[in-house]
């Protein structure tokens, strides 16, 4: 063999370790413990890779997507805001400790009810049945669990929060309270 295809198939190998390596290393996690009012719930955070592709032929990119799963009891039976907040501090009973929405950077706009549904802490809204309970899951790419401007873990940590009536996914005055109104439970983010 020839000293070209030796140092090819070295990067051969070399290529394939690495891979193998980066797809064995387990995923950044994150937890929640909910509570309000006669609320309890875990939140789970998992990164999961981006894909792409119809459902026969799904392609990594090697980016990266935060899920995000909810099992929370003790809700009002309908539909209520969540969002991901800014400080991770969660003083009851009115939650406000936790800041406004996250949304890092020189122009990040916490207001709840501004720019929205632009905030990266922005969510799909969640659904309780008439037993008030929900088991809910989302995928995000505006946030993640390692470093970085987007980092759920900046300097002075995130919450997650669920309020009290649905976001209205709109964009109104400040304080307006069409993001979800009141806040009913909240949990400080953590590894």
Same mark, same amino acid.
């Given at each position: 063999?020839?000293?070209?295809?030796?140092?090819?198939?070295?990067?051969?190998?070399?290529?394939?370790?690495?891979?193998?390596?980066?797809?064995?290393?387990?995923?950044?996690?994150?937890?929640?413990?909910?509570?309000?009012?006669?609320?309890?719930?875990?939140?789970?955070?998992?990164?999961?890779?981006?894909?792409?592709?119809?459902?026969?032929?799904?392609?990594?990119?090697?980016?990266?997507?935060?899920?995000?799963?909810?099992?929370?009891?003790?809700?009002? @039976? $309908?539909?209520?805001?969540?969002?991901?907040?800014?400080?991770?501090?969660?003083?009851?009973?009115?939650?406000?400790?936790?800041?406004?929405?996250?949304?890092?950077?020189?122009?990040?706009?916490?207001?709840?009810?501004?720019?929205?549904?632009?905030?990266?802490?922005?969510?799909?809204?969640?659904?309780?049945?008439?037993?008030?309970?929900?088991?809910?899951?989302?995928?995000?790419?505006?946030?993640?669990?390692?470093?970085?401007?987007?980092?759920?873990?900046?300097?002075? $940590?995130?919450?997650?929060?669920?309020?009290?009536? @649905?976001?209205? $996914?709109?964009?109104?005055?400040?304080?307006?309270?069409?993001?979800?109104?009141?806040?009913?439970?909240?949990?400080?983010?953590?590894?």
């Amino acid at each position: 063999m020839s000293r070209l295809t030796h140092v090819a198939i070295a990067s051969a190998i070399a290529l394939t370790a690495a891979t193998s390596l980066a797809a064995h290393q387990a995923p950044m996690t994150a937890k929640a413990t909910l509570a309000g009012e006669g609320i309890t719930g875990t939140v789970t955070f998992r990164e999961v890779p981006i894909r792409t592709g119809d459902a026969d032929a799904k392609f990594s990119t090697g980016a990266m997507a935060v899920e995000i799963s909810v099992n929370v009891k003790g809700l009002k @039976p $309908g539909t209520h805001g969540i969002h991901l907040h800014a400080i991770g501090k969660c003083e009851a009973p009115a939650f406000t400790s936790a800041g406004g929405h996250f949304d890092p950077g020189p122009n990040g706009m916490m207001d709840p009810d501004m720019n929205h549904p632009f905030h990266m802490g922005d969510l799909p809204n969640l659904v309780a049945n008439a037993k008030g309970e929900a088991v809910w899951k989302a995928t995000t790419t505006r946030v993640t669990l390692g470093a970085g401007p987007l980092s759920l873990f900046d300097e002075d $940590g995130s919450a997650i929060v669920i309020h009290a009536n @649905p976001d209205q $996914g709109v964009t109104a005055e400040a304080k307006a309270g069409l993001s979800g109104g009141p806040r009913v439970a909240c949990g400080v983010i953590a590894k």
